[in-house]
């Protein structure tokens, strides 16, 4: 369980947002709306303590994440976050099979083989390729594969489906609710309609007359 209370950010004189509440138990798919600009991607980053908020608590499970050390939130990352960011955060110049490499984690028994990720992404031979020699989809994929051997707790997307065709957008999802079903929890900005449909919480973020 990951629980947001009182929650802002503010950018000197901006405040993107303040009193946020949310509560995400594992199991659940929680969405976050909102304009662009709105602070959404910027709440992602500090559920995963990339970005630090101005005001209020994150904490998951007992631990109040918001308290956390540099060196603890970066292990708090490492062994609870799964990211998926816009831009996919792949090395390029790196194969298929080492950017998968990086999403192994000390939580080993959660982990889904690689060859089983691939394939389930269908990727399936894949693994010498350089990622930039990847069409966007494929690399999307990479980053699925990813997602599905780390197996996280926590789960973060960031408009995972606003640049992928009706196909990719759908392995999106189905990949997010199989990751739920097994006790995730997901946490997704978006304005899918197929992802809202799905979601057991839904949260708008309203922009801020600064």
């Not at 990339?50 to 631990?63: A, F, H, Q």
């Not at 999403?103 to 031979?125: C, K």
């Not at 992802?195 to 801020?208: G, H, K, P, S």
Request: net charge negative.
């Amino acid at each position: 369980m990951i629980r947001v209370d009182g929650l802002g950010k503010s950018f000197g004189r901006r405040t993107l947002w303040s009193g946020l509440e949310i509560t995400v138990d594992g199991g659940q798919v929680a969405v976050i709306t909102g304009l662009s600009g709105s602070g959404k991607t910027t709440l992602l980053n500090c559920l995963s303590l990339l970005d630090r908020p101005t005001e209020g608590s994150i904490t998951y499970g007992r631990t109040e994440v918001t308290a956390l050390s540099r060196s603890a939130g970066r292990r708090y990352r490492r062994d609870n976050i799964g990211y998926l960011f816009q831009d996919l955060a792949l090395i390029e110049d790196a194969t298929v099979a080492e950017n998968l490499r990086l999403a192994r984690t000390t939580r080993r028994d959660h982990a889904i083989r690689q060859q089983e990720a691939l394939d389930r992404v269908d990727l399936g031979g894949t693994e010498k390729e350089k990622v930039f020699r990847l069409s966007g989809g494929e690399q999307q994929r990479v980053a699925l594969a990813q997602l599905l051997i780390k197996s996280p707790p926590i789960l973060l997307l960031d408009e995972p489906t606003s640049a992928l065709d009706n196909v990719n957008s759908g392995l999106v999802v189905d990949i997010m609710s199989e990751l739920a079903t097994a006790g995730t929890a997901v946490i997704v900005a978006t304005h899918n309609e197929q992802i809202r449909e799905c979601a057991d919480i839904e949260c708008e973020l309203v922009l801020q007359k600064n």
